[in-house]
């Protein structure tokens, strides 16, 4: 619960931006909500997060990206980089902590289909950049989108939250794949 409150806090975050983005995704054992917004011409994104394991706990995470084109032609690589800032929340062990982990992300939409985009972001946070019981922060996401109508998308994905604890075992919050719905307004 008092992820969830976290969560619905981050959710004030800039209203009056120029785009924003909502995200569900799901598998048998976990589901993630997350918001996204772009400010400054699609330059700067924000985006939060909310990951929930039915077994394993939380993940709230809050992000900001520098965001531009690292090509260009028909159909440009999208790619973005900076940090991330997360709380994960251990049910089994007992432990939380959190991390500010340094990553981006990549998306490239294929010119001949344009109706496909395949996306993926990396996150890593040594034990130097975690805090409380972590010692390691790493997400890794994977997914291939599918465009249903201009502003709303479909996608097949693979997550991976790995967070390493003091004293206990490290905790995969999600492994495996997940679909998903990544709605634009």
């Known amino acids: ?18 785009s924003q983005i909502l995200e569900i995704s799901a598998n048998d054992d976990a ?5 996204g917004f772009y400010l400054g011409q699609q330059r700067l994104a924000l985006d939060a997060s909310w990951l929930h394991h039915q077994d394993k706990g939380e993940v709230i995470g809050m992000g900001v990206n520098v965001t531009g084109f ?30 500010v982990a340094p990553g981006g992300f990549v998306s490239y939409t294929f010119p001949n289909s344009n109706r496909f985009t395949l996306y993926g972001h990396l ?35 693979f997550r991976n939250i790995h ?13 495996g794949l997940n679909i998903g719905i990544k709605m634009r307004f």
């Open 31 to 35: 589901a993630k909500l997350g918001i």
């Open 123 to 157: 996150y890593f946070a040594p034990d130097i950049l975690t805090f409380g019981d972590n010692e390691t922060y790493r997400e890794i996401e994977l997914r291939l989108y599918y465009s249903v109508i201009d502003d709303a998308e479909l996608f097949l994905g």
């Open 70 to 99: 690292a090509s260009s032609g028909q159909s440009p690589v999208e790619a973005g980089l900076g940090v991330k800032l997360v709380y994960a929340d251990s049910d089994n062990f007992g432990r939380d902590g959190g991390a």
């Open 1 to 18: 619960m008092r992820g969830f409150l976290l969560f619905a806090g981050l959710l004030l975050l800039p209203l009056g931006s120029n």
């Open 163 to 175: 967070v390493a604890y003091d004293l206990v075992p490290n905790v995969n919050f999600d492994t």
